[in-house]
């Protein structure tokens, strides 16, 4: 599935396959792009909002330049020199109202944006959804062969995810610190030996 978000000149792209998001953005200073694992996204999301800096630039030199023509018309008797300061205002109130909204998300591989248009919540419920399903592939089995507090400690990881309720952490600890220490130790032996 592939989301594409444009505002201005900014151009994101979302590439959803079945264990990897593909990530490009392009904007008027250049592109990047990464692909990495729904696991490795933070969902700690953090609001920034972006201006375009060269139009900042731009106005506040075309206003000082308005600003010198001005006052050399006006020396000169010239009262349509008030004209000159025209385009840097411009400028300046196209920068105030031509602002981007972010939602950034952290990850292994870099930074994420997400431009908030129509597809926002959609491309957030996607990179949830399959973040989740990773994660607990990854670690949502229970491995007796590990130490238990380690396997209690990473079910309350996945807790403080939320990833799993507060029901489903309880049954785990639970099944844990009961299981059968036969069973375990079964499970040692299978294990090579450490070095």
């Known amino acids: 599935m592939l989301i594409t978000q444009q505002r201005f000149s900014h151009t994101i792209s979302f590439e959803f396959e079945p264990e990897t998001l593909t990530y490009t953005r392009s904007d008027a200073y250049g592109s990047h792009s990464f692909q990495l ?3 490795s996204i933070g969902m700690d999301p953090r609001q920034t909002t972006e ?3 060269t139009l900042f630039n731009g106005g506040i030199l075309l206003s000082a330049w308005g600003l010198a023509q001005t006052g050399y018309a006006l020396a000169h008797g010239d009262l349509l020199g008030v004209i000159f300061l025209i385009p840097g205002l411009a400028c300046l109130l ?3 109202l031509a602002k981007i909204e972010l939602t950034s998300l952290s990850s292994d591989a870099g930074e994420i944006a997400l431009l908030h248009d129509k597809n926002y919540e959609l491309i957030m419920d996607a990179i949830r959804d399959r973040r989740k399903k990773q994660l607990l592939d990854w670690y949502g089995n229970i491995n007796f062969a590990n130490d238990p507090e380690e396997e209690i400690r990473k079910f309350h990881w996945l807790h ?3 990833l799993i309720s507060e029901g489903q952490l309880e049954q785990i600890v639970t099944t ?3 299981a059968d220490t036969d069973d375990q130790g079964r499970y040692e032996e299978l294990l090579p ?3």
């Open 94 to 96: 196209f920068h105030a």
């Open 37 to 39: 694992p729904y696991g």
């Open 193 to 195: 030996p450490k070095q």
């Open 160 to 162: 403080s995810q939320h």
């Open 51 to 53: 201006r375009n800096g």
């Open 176 to 178: 844990i610190r009961n």
